[in-house]
């Protein structure tokens, strides 16, 4: 019931002009490399709070998945994927789109986002009130262990590197702990600059190092040859033949499975998930479609994007039920709830129960627009990469110093922005993901908070920390996820070695490993 | 004396290198076939790519002509290229494509066409498609 009060609400036509606006939105950034969804959320999110929630976050969760759906466009007709997720798309894909069968491509990409999209949505439907109904029973303690679970899956496992993960996680906690300690009043770290007393702002860490960060790091090297769009020769009805979607219907619901519960587990988000539906696809290839893997096989296009649409409505079940996000993207969607003064967690469904349910149902929504706007609208996606680059940045970074200004309307603030921009320049050049820094500045608190409430139950007994079962059964799955994502880390680094080995042995410049890494890390938003 | 002529791959950028070959065989001279592209973003369907340049390359050879191809990227607008290929080689002749644009466009955007037409060093062949 919840939820059909949720669709009349997604229904109304300013919500449906929210959800369109938040999908074109995300499309379009999704097919620009170098700006992802993250990005895209930070900078918006000064210019939403005029906006009532329910809005906000149509238009948040409209570019989240939108930014899904693009990301494949530029996988497939430029093999350089527009965000970290399509990474596996161009293997196929832009083969085939080679081969003449680029339109074949895009409509499985598309279809199967939306098949995949639509199916999650609906577990996410079912598993997060359920989800939510245990999370209430967790206290201080079991909320420590899940967060650092979260902290050192996103510290550790999202990047290319551990160490440098890790430095950043710290880095973002550090920062968390500016300003004034909400127990004792006292201040930390704020080197006597009344500025820093209130801490800093999460929007302008975020805008900071998405968007400064990332225009700076384009501006360093803005003149790169243009890449080859494969012209899409055949016209539009020719889509996908009667054999294509034969052989795409079993990718893209194997692609759900695999997405869905990798994206509700804090084990890697879409990336993983995308290896891995690619890896199975390989192997369970027979016949015609075996020999055409490394050719343009439909299923390796198939297979992953769903699993990415899959796993990106699995993100919102721990970040709706427990506040925990497990991508970049999440951590700033739990930012803008806060600043709602709304915090996710079990308790979300029952004070919010309108909001979640509207945000719930313009999913659906979300997700029957962006079929409609994919498809036809492919040859729009592409002008949008003819416009220049500087044009682009100059406007991204105007948005993000007004952006920072409006937080507090305060001067001081830029200064901050542009600080952590210089900072975000550095961590970029020199391979430091961004996406933990923003997880532990958000999550930093939070931990501290939970982490002091245990104590103070305790009386300072940190024997605590281990005394519920669900705790032990936590930290028992962190060695698990560590030790399942090292060996499944091994086998997608195997399977690009393969993958490169390939493209040389065909005489075609390959993308070497060091540099999917590098895109990997640069896309993790 | 050589005749220089402006290329995109497209029709306009074909119709401006026939009417460029037919004055070479008149002329006579090498024809110089520009192709430049500043490389400041990611997709530029005006800069040719593999097949585009075979394909260009065979309608040359099989023209007969005595050609040289520049193709490159550079800091410079395509208007500025163009000239600045026509005063190293001291063309007789630059040949270039236009089209219709509306009057705001070329307020906002300007127009590659006229600036040729105007600081061209040599009498300028401007071929509508």
């Known amino acids: ?525 | 004396m050589s005749v220089v002529v402006g290329y995109v791959p497209n029709e306009r950028g074909k119709a401006a290198l026939h009417a460029a070959l037919e004055e070479t065989r008149f002329r006579g001279g090498p024809l110089v076939v520009v192709n430049s592209t500043r490389a400041d973003r990611l997709v530029d369907p005006r800069y040719a790519q593999e097949d585009g340049l075979t394909e260009l390359e065979e309608t040359l050879s099989r023209a007969g002509a005595d050609y040289e191809l520049r193709h490159f990227a550079s800091r410079e607008t395509a208007a500025e290229d163009l000239l600045g290929v026509a005063r190293e080689v001291s063309a007789e002749l630059l040949v270039i494509g236009v089209r219709r644009r509306t009057p705001v466009g070329k307020l906002l955007l300007g127009s590659t066409a006229q600036t040729v037409i105007l600081e061209a060093p040599c009498p300028v062949l401007a071929v509508k498609t």
């Open chain 1, 1 to 525: 019931m919840s939820l059909l009060d949720g669709f009349a609400t997604a229904a109304q036509p300013i919500y449906l002009l929210y959800a369109l606006a938040g999908v074109f939105l995300g499309t379009a950034v999704g097919v620009l490399p170098g700006i992802g969804p993250a990005m895209t959320v930070a900078l918006l999110m000064p210019l939403t709070y005029s906006l009532e929630p329910t809005a906000a976050f149509i238009v948040f969760a409209g570019i989240y998945y939108g930014g899904m759906y693009g990301g494949s466009t530029t996988s497939i007709l430029l093999n350089t994927p527009g965000e970290s997720a399509s990474i596996v798309t161009a293997l196929e894909g832009n083969k085939m789109a080679r081969a003449g069968r680029g339109a074949a491509a895009l409509a499985t990409a598309a279809v199967g986002s939306f098949v995949a999209g639509t199916l999650a949505t609906v577990a996410l439907t079912f598993v997060a009130p359920t989800a939510a109904d245990l999370a209430v029973r967790l206290g201080p303690v079991d909320y420590v262990a899940l967060m650092v679970l979260a902290f050192l899956t996103v510290g550790a496992l999202l990047g290319s590197s551990v160490s440098r993960g890790l430095v950043a996680l710290t880095l973002g906690l550090f920062l968390g702990l500016v300003g004034v300690d909400a127990i004792s009043g006292q201040q930390r770290y704020t080197l006597g600059v009344p500025v820093l007393t209130d801490g800093i702002d999460v929007v302008l860490v975020a805008v900071g190092l998405f968007a400064v960060g990332e225009a700076l790091y384009i501006g360093s090297q803005l003149r790169k040859g243009p890449v080859h769009v494969v012209p899409i020769t055949k016209g539009w009805r020719s889509w996908m033949s009667r054999q294509d979607w034969a052989r795409s219907w079993k990718p893209w619901l194997r692609g759900t499975a695999i997405g869905f519960p990798i994206g509700t587990i804090p084990a890697g988000g879409a990336d993983v998930s995308t290896f891995l539906s690619y890896a199975s696809e390989r192997r369970l290839a027979k016949g015609r479609s075996k020999e055409e893997f490394g050719h343009g096989a439909i299923e390796g296009v198939a297979g992953p994007e769903s699993a990415n649409n899959a796993a990106a409505a699995g993100v919102l079940v721990p970040l709706l039920t427990l506040g925990l996000p497990t991508s970049a993207t999440a951590a700033i969607m739990l930012a803008a709830f806060q600043r709602y003064n709304i915090q996710p967690g079990p308790l979300l469904f029952e004070n919010e129960s309108a909001l979640v349910w509207a945000l719930i149902a313009s999913l659906y929504v979300g997700n029957v627009m962006l079929l409609a706007l994919n498809l036809p609208l492919v040859g729009m996606w592409v002008k949008i990469l003819q416009v220049p680059r500087h044009y682009l940045y100059a406007g991204i970074l105007t948005f993000a110093a007004m952006g920072a200004f409006a937080v507090n309307f305060t001067p001081a603030d830029v200064v901050i922005l542009v600080v952590i921009g210089v900072l975000g320049f550095f961590m970029r050049r020199y391979g430091y993901p961004v996406a933990p820094l923003v997880v532990g500045l958000i999550l930093g608190p939070m931990f501290e908070a939970q982490l002091r409430r245990a104590l103070s139950i305790s009386e300072g007994d940190p024997a605590t920390l281990v005394s519920s079962t669900f705790a032990v059964a936590v930290y028992a799955s962190v060695l698990v996820v560590m030790g399942v994502s090292f060996w499944l880390r091994r086998r997608e680094r195997g399977l690009e070695e393969v993958m490169a080995a390939e493209e040389r042995a065909a005489g075609e410049p390959a993308a070497t490993p060091a540099d999917r890494a590098a895109d990997k890390d640069k896309e993790m938003a």
